[in-house]
């Protein structure tokens, strides 16, 4: 088995912001010489998340609405007073910060609608993407 292990930063320009990363990975992937596996995509930040599904762009914006809605940002959170961004937290633990991709003859196998997305929860801020392929 091989593994190949990137890495790429993406920078946030807003508090709340979805970030379609599939474009970077599947490059990753395609380049890795690795023809079939997993692939795992992390973001190895506490206020960031990872998820597959659909960059429409009323969706991306509902995504934050939703976001903002259940992990209200003006809540008293404990964490709070320590620093303003307990909702991020909450929202990273929830939804997690990797998801894991099969690889087949040499490509990203994902949903005709499901892109990868960065949830940025607590710009404007650079993130690091580790992106591991193992397999053959």
Same mark, same amino acid.
């Given at each position: 088995? =091989?593994?190949?292990?990137?890495? %790429?930063?993406?920078?946030?320009?807003?508090? %709340?912001?979805?970030? &379609?990363?599939?474009?970077?990975?599947?490059?990753?992937?395609?380049?890795?010489?690795? =023809? +079939?596996? !997993?692939?795992?995509?992390?973001?190895?930040?506490?206020?960031?998340? $990872?998820? *597959?599904?659909?960059?429409?762009? @009323? !969706? !991306?914006? &509902?995504? $934050?609405?939703?976001?903002?809605?259940?992990?209200?940002?003006?809540?008293?959170?404990?964490? +709070? =007073?320590?620093?303003?961004?307990?909702? *991020?937290?909450? *929202?990273? *633990?929830?939804?997690?910060?990797?998801?894991? %991709?099969?690889?087949? +003859? @040499?490509?990203?196998?994902? @949903?005709?609608?499901? +892109? $990868?997305?960065?949830?940025? !929860? &607590?710009?404007? #801020?650079?993130? #690091?993407?580790?992106?591991?392929?193992?397999?053959?």
């Amino acid at each position: 088995m =091989r593994v190949v292990v990137r890495e %790429f930063t993406v920078t946030s320009s807003s508090r %709340f912001e979805v970030i &379609d990363i599939t474009t970077k990975v599947e490059t990753i992937v395609q380049n890795s010489g690795i =023809r +079939n596996g !997993l692939c795992l995509v992390f973001v190895p930040h506490a206020t960031a998340a $990872i998820i *597959a599904n659909e960059a429409e762009p @009323g !969706l !991306l914006s &509902d995504y $934050i609405d939703f976001l903002k809605e259940t992990f209200k940002p003006d809540y008293k959170w404990r964490h +709070n =007073r320590i620093d303003d961004n307990a909702h *991020a937290h909450l *929202a990273s *633990a929830v939804i997690g910060p990797s998801r894991v %991709f099969p690889v087949m +003859n @040499g490509r990203l196998v994902r @949903g005709t609608w499901q +892109n $990868i997305l960065l949830i940025e !929860l &607590d710009g404007p #801020r650079t993130r #690091r993407v580790i992106v591991e392929i193992m397999g053959e």
